[in-house]
């Protein structure tokens, strides 16, 4: 079984500050591992995604998370807040690859970037 | 552009209606999703279609009833609906199947709000 948890509900940041999400995760298997990210009204974006290549990923926007497998985490960060930023973000955990198991989400961490 | 695209953006109904939501994917994908959105909860899977069979079914009230007629879309067909069935619903797809890369990254539409009154 796949379990993810995002540890804030809320992160409020002044614009050019450092953003950090948190997100911890469960899984019987090796996981991949994702950030989504939705503007108001907007679907989901997919950020970026581990995939059980290089620990430290790199994504659109500035963003990247690193994949700590003793600490069961997958924090996104970010060095410099921008106002654009501002939006909920999801942790999201899958099971093996080429597989059907669905994505499991997080309940989401919404950003919001002071001026 | 996600390659997703929803129609109806936004959608209000009374009890008594019966309606569609419509979901078109033009990324070449084999695998389509639908998924519930409510304020305050996690994003709850509600079907997939593989290869347009039907793989999951979440324990969905039969007042939502999904039909994929080809791989490239996607229909939920709504009736009799709840006032808590307000929500904003998503359609996804993606490409399941060998792959180098190989994990079911899903690309969503913008979703259609629904409103019942």
């Known amino acids: 079984a796949q379990s993810v948890t995002q540890l804030d509900s809320h992160v409020s940041v002044s614009e050019g500050t450092p953003v950090l999400l948190r997100c911890n995760y469960s899984?019987?298997?090796?996981?991949?591992l994702f950030w989504y990210v939705q503007h108001p009204n907007k679907g989901l974006q997919l950020l970026l995604k581990?995939?059980?290549?290089?620990?430290l990923v790199k994504g659109i926007n500035g963003f990247e998370a690193e994949f700590k497998k003793s600490e069961t985490s997958f924090h996104l960060t970010k060095p410099s807040a921008h106002m654009s930023d501002a939006a909920e973000y999801f942790c999201?955990?899958?099971?093996?690859?080429?597989?059907?198991?669905?994505?499991?989400f997080g309940k989401g961490t919404r950003l919001s970037v002071i001026a | 552009e996600t390659g997703v695209t929803q129609t109806p953006r936004h959608l209000v109904m009374g009890m008594t209606n019966k309606k569609s939501l419509k979901c078109e994917q033009h990324?070449?994908?084999?695998?389509m999703y639908w998924y519930k959105q409510s304020a305050k909860k996690p994003l709850e899977l509600m079907f997939v279609?593989?290869?347009?069979?039907?793989?999951e079914n979440n324990s969905v009230p039969s007042r939502f009833s999904p039909e994929c007629p080809n791989s490239s879309h996607l229909f939920l067909h709504l009736h009799t609906l709840q006032p808590e069935d307000s929500a904003l619903y998503l359609c996804?797809?993606?490409?399941?199947?060998?792959?180098?890369?190989?994990?079911?990254?899903?690309?969503f539409g913008p979703g259609t709000r629904l409103t019942v009154l």
């Open positions: 581990y995939t059980s290549a290089a620990t």
């Open positions: 279609y593989n290869f347009k069979e039907q793989t």
């Open positions: 996804a797809s993606s490409h399941l199947g060998r792959s180098a890369r190989g994990v079911n990254e899903q690309f």
């Open positions: 899984s019987s298997y090796s996981p991949s």
């Open positions: 999201v955990v899958s099971g093996p690859n080429s597989g059907n198991t669905p994505l499991v």
């Open positions: 990324l070449g994908h084999n695998a």
